[in-house]
């Protein structure tokens, strides 16, 4: 039995990179979805087997290159896994695909200025800055 590699060398730079272009693919899959059918589909299973895909390419490239790479883990296809869910589950429980987007002075005034319960006070244009504050909060108390 082959015994489970430090925490440190399971997390490698291949790893980090396959899981950040799968998360940035599948969050704007999930928001799309989200906003046009209300359903938040379940991609853990999806994310691991295009991250095994994305890395296992990746390493016969770089081979046929003569280039020598280390062999894919499943440590590693853990890791992607992992943050890919966690790169999407942010943009869904972050409110992206559905009030973070309706809080604009636009939404507010499509919806009708004197519609009971649109006041107009509740109004807060998008912006970096606050949006990405609001994010950190709300993945630490989700």
């Known amino acids: 039995m082959s015994r489970i590699p430090p925490w440190a060398s399971q997390i490698t730079v291949r790893a980090i990179v396959a899981s950040f272009l799968i998360g940035i693919i599948y969050s704007v899959i ?8 209300g359903l ?5 299973v999806s994310a ?19 280039i020598v790479t280390t062999p894919f883990t499943r440590e590693e ?3 992607i896994q992992t943050c890919a869910v966690a790169c999407y589950s942010i943009a869904v429980g972050g409110g992206f695909e559905s ?10 005034e499509q919806a009708g200025i004197d519609t009971e319960g649109n006041t107009p ?4 244009e998008p912006g970096v800055g606050w949006m990405t504050a609001f994010l950190f909060v709300a993945a630490k108390y989700r």
């Open 30 to 37: 999930v928001m799309k979805l989200n906003l046009t059918t």
């Open 40 to 44: 938040v589909p379940n991609l853990n």
């Open 48 to 66: 691991a087997l295009l991250g095994f895909v994305f890395i296992r390419t990746w390493t016969k490239i770089l081979s046929k290159a003569k």
């Open 77 to 79: 296809n853990t890791i």
């Open 99 to 108: 009030y973070l987007l309706g809080l604009n002075r636009r939404t507010y």
């Open 121 to 124: 006070g509740s109004t807060k």
